[in-house]
């Protein structure tokens, strides 16, 4: 289960985090240090982003990106860990 962190998301999942959270999956994946583009569109304290621009995340959904972003989070720094 890839929110384990025993495995790396499928290249669906990965492009469909990157479009919601408006940054390359480069950067998601921690392969590089540039976000750009950058989220435009927050809807609360999280810094979530909205889905099409106008409809809200529900809590499952920001639960779910948070929990992935977390993942995504410990991967790199996991990787960092193992550079030369």
Known sequence: MWETGDRVPDT???HRLAEIFDIS???LLGLSD???PVIKNVDDKDGLAFIDGETPLTEEEKEYLK???ELFRRMKAKREQQKP
């Open 34 to 36: 540039n976000p750009s």
């Open 12 to 14: 669906p999942t990965i």
């Open 67 to 69: 929990e992935s972003l």
């Open 25 to 27: 999956a480069d950067y």
